[in-house]
């Protein structure tokens, strides 16, 4: 059964009220001021809400504020009713302040009643709004959180495919180590520009499928970065990205070409710039973010 709240300080519009809601099977709710009013709605939730304009206490404009400022009864239709405010600039009033509607007294039988009923398929038609919306807010967190699944695997695959082709370009590479030592003056600084073209080239192109994918899972992990620490070189920020993923310093060592020492020295660096001492843990620090 539809219940209806009547915020009033005079009894005889509370009988008059009483009366047409009672015949037509609706339950009613009373408070004589704004406070009681906002008593009551913290244990109901009525079909409408009938607001008196003046009362002592809180007005009913100020009551209609504060009854939109709270989200358990911010939906809830309110019909403004006073037989003194009745100008356009009212009624402008009252609507600004959250009202539905509006009506005058004495009150219109006909009017009271078509304006309630209204107000009660407006709570249905909102309450439907609302459900869709989570239906459908629900169904992006679930494509969210698949998506987000699917590129946890793929950064998975991504950081140890550039791991094993780093790997893979190592050993060509110390292959051509090898070839140099028996090779002409000349021959050995084409073997060495050689080696420097392939290094670049290879972990290029295989980092910048890793970092599609990084991004994908860690969408805002650069952009807090550049916010926090706008002086890392690309470098250092590629070094951030490993720490974030937990790898090992003979993984970055494989991906980078770099040797332990280098690494030891660049995370060094890296950490006077994060402003953290040797007692935090950097990987932590970095996950953090």
């Known amino acids: 059964m539809n219940k209806i709240l009547i915020v009033d300080d005079e009894p005889d519009n509370i009988e008059i009220l009483f009366d047409l809601l009672h015949k037509r099977n609706y339950q009613f709710l009373v408070a004589t001021n704004g406070e009681d009013c906002l008593d009551i709605l913290k244990n109901e939730t009525p079909c409408a809400i009938i607001m008196d304009w003046e009362m002592p206490g809180l007005t009913g404009i100020e009551t209609i504020k504060l009854i939109r400022a709270n989200a358990n009864s911010s939906n809830i239709p309110i019909i403004m009713a006073t037989g003194k405010m009745t100008s356009s600039e009212n009624l402008e009033t009252a609507l600004l302040a959250g009202a539905n509607d509006y009506v005058r007294k004495p009150f219109d039988k006909i009017e009271i009643i078509a ?3 209204a107000m009660i398929k407006l709570k249905e038609k ?4 609302l459900e869709l919306e989570k239906q459908i807010m629900q169904t992006k967190i679930i494509r969210i959180k698949n998506e987000l699944k699917i590129n ?9 495919k550039l791991i094993q082709s780093q790997e893979n370009t190592k050993k060509i590479v110390n292959n051509l180590i090898n070839i140099k030592k028996t090779c002409t003056t000349n021959n050995k600084h084409n073997i060495n520009t050689l080696i420097s073209t392939i290094k670049t080239n290879s972990f290029l192109s295989n980092w910048n499928e ?11 992990f650069y ?4 916010t926090k620490f706008s002086d890392l070189t690309a470098n250092e920020k590629k070094i951030c990205a490993f720490l ?13 070409f770099s040797s332990q020492l280098a690494i030891k020295k660049a995370k060094t660096r890296l950490r006077k710039k ?4 040797v007692t935090v843990n950097m990987t932590n620090f970095i996950q953090s973010i």
């Open 126 to 129: 909102n309450e439907k709004i």
């Open 244 to 256: 974030k993923l937990n790898l090992t310093n003979k993984e970055i060592c494989s991906i980078t």
């Open 115 to 117: 304006r309630i009923e």
């Open 210 to 220: 890793f970092e599609l994918t990084f991004s994908k899972v860690h969408n805002t």
């Open 223 to 226: 952009d807090s970065l550049n």
């Open 274 to 277: 994060l402003g953290i001492d």
């Open 152 to 160: 946890r695997k793929l950064l998975t695959t991504s950081t140890l």
